[in-house]
């Protein structure tokens, strides 16, 4: 999957769906499945897993966790979830509050959640919300591989 051309760009931001409108979202990183963390946690069990997906950007780490810019070159690996229609905005507020880009969080924020586009392991395109870095991300180390918990177990086993 990562081999394949970057899946084409997500819409206008001026033309931005509501939080209920996309229930769909894309994680790199402490909210994959494979994680340990309380929060992903959470996810697993509030939404339901889709798939793996490649979302094109340049994935860096932010100390004990990464992040996301994009454009990129890069095939950043993650994990596609769905709310249910009735609660997403509940969750995605949730997890707004936990990346730091709440509405009651001070400013300015690590993180802007944003409609990205991402191709799922069955090859389809979709517009997922993912959640990006608001800094340049050449002041940080590259996450060669665009695979945040591949990249986790390598530097533990060093």
Not at 17 to 28: I, K, N, T
Not at 111 to 124: H, M, P
Request: proline share 10%.
């Amino acid at each position: 999957m990562p081999d394949q051309a970057p899946p084409t760009p997500a819409p206008d931001p001026q033309h931005e769906p509501s939080p209920g409108d996309v229930r769909m979202l894309f994680v790199y990183g402490t909210l994959r499945r494979q994680s340990a963390h309380r929060m992903a946690r959470y996810l697993a069990e509030n939404a339901r897993f889709v798939g793996e997906g490649v979302a094109w950007g340049t994935l860096v780490n932010l100390g004990s966790y990464p992040g996301l810019a994009l454009p990129g070159q890069t095939a950043v690996v993650g994990d596609v979830y769905e709310f249910p229609e009735d609660s997403a905005p509940r969750h995605i507020a949730a997890l707004d509050a936990y990346e730091g880009c709440g509405t009651n969080d001070p400013r300015p924020h690590e993180y802007r959640r944003e409609l990205i586009a991402v191709r799922i392991a069955d090859g389809s395109e979709t517009t997922v919300w993912g959640y990006l870095m608001n800094d340049r991300p050449d002041r940080f180390e590259i996450i060669p591989g665009g695979d945040y918990l591949a990249w986790v177990l390598t530097r533990a086993t060093r």
